[in-house]
């Protein structure tokens, strides 16, 4: 097999571990005779590049933290009361059966209560909820 031939299939054999890695520095150079050499190990005068595959347009930007429990909560309190302030048809399996029902306005309501509260308490006085 050509040297060429052998360094695309080591390319493409690598590329799918390197589409799935998160953040992953790559580096770029080029060997003796002038082929692109790409890496993720750095050699001395490489070009580097940090790819990001779950969102391009992260790429070659800080990893961002992870986001604490709390900070997940207020998110997902912020979406649902989001929800309840929409006015969509709201649906859930309120029995078990495997099948959703529409909740009633009162519903609604007492649920929209409840996400309010939660905002209240997982985002702190900076995101209350306005009326």
Do not use: F, H, W
């Amino acid at each position: 097999m050509s040297r060429p031939a052998l360094l695309a299939v080591l390319v493409l054999s690598v590329a799918p571990g390197l589409l799935q890695a998160q953040g992953t520095a790559v580096y770029k150079s080029r060997n003796a005779d002038g082929t692109n050499v790409y890496s993720q190990v750095r050699v001395e005068g490489a070009e580097s590049r940090n790819i990001n595959a779950n969102d391009p347009a992260k790429a070659d930007a800080e990893p961002e933290a992870p986001k604490s429990e709390t900070q997940l909560a207020c998110e997902r309190a912020r979406q649902n009361l989001e929800a309840y302030d929409s006015g969509d048809r709201l649906q859930r399996d309120k029995d078990g059966d495997g099948v959703a029902e529409d909740l009633s306005a009162e519903e609604i309501a007492a649920e929209k209560g409840m996400a309010e509260q939660q905002v209240t308490l997982y985002c702190a006085a900076e995101a209350k909820p306005e009326a």
